[in-house]
């Protein structure tokens, strides 16, 4: 099993689009694909038509990190036509001061919770939008991680946070999570000053690390989420972005699990 990270700490970069179409990519290659909404808010979850699972009374993802001994994940699991889904759930707004309050392994339960999903071929993890306890539980977790960005000075500033973060797990955990992939998304052409400076730093600071690409705004990719599925499902309209989520899903097909 491979497990991705979709982490950035700043909202509104397509960290959730770019979830779902990624799990569609590689689904609509074949694999078997799991998506996991980590993030409290449950935007993967509500946009993919699961708001009654979001709403739902325990046992939730949140009793399977907050005890993942006595929750087995498998049975939270709901099926999307495209591929799997572990919804969020409401409660899991209380996570973060949960664990911290544990005090035991506060950072490293969500390890537990994917050791028992290893039937998948890929899963893909949507992070909250924060530099907490969940967060870092993901990253632990995936040690692979995707990072959506925008084309702006302020993804500039939290993508130098984002990587201070992980040198700092790096150090404390003694692991090596790797980029795998930016994605620069809702690109408009032709480039202002300010997205042309922001690419070109991106460009320069993963060469030879991470490979980057850059997914265009398009109305068929608002218009398929609100339909509750990527631009792969059966029912989306024909997009050019179809292409870079492949190119993308090519690249993490060759990614040693």
Known sequence: MK??????????VGKTTNTINLAGALASRGHDVLAIDADPQGYLTNTLGFRDAYQSDPPSLYDAIKAPHEHNPRDLVVEHPEYDVLPANIDMFQLEQDLIASGRRPRQRFQDVLAELHDYDYVFIDAPPSLGPINDNVLLAAQD??????ADDSSVLAIEHLLNQIESLERGYDVHIRERAILIS????PLDNEQRDAIAWFEDTFDGRAPVFEVRNRAAIKRSLGAGGSIFGADAEDTDMTEVYLDVAATLEEVDA
């Open 3 to 12: 497990s991705f990270a979709i982490s950035q700490q700043k909202g509104g």
């Open 145 to 150: 991680i995707i990072i959506p960005v925008e």
């Open 186 to 189: 809702n690109v408009n052409y």
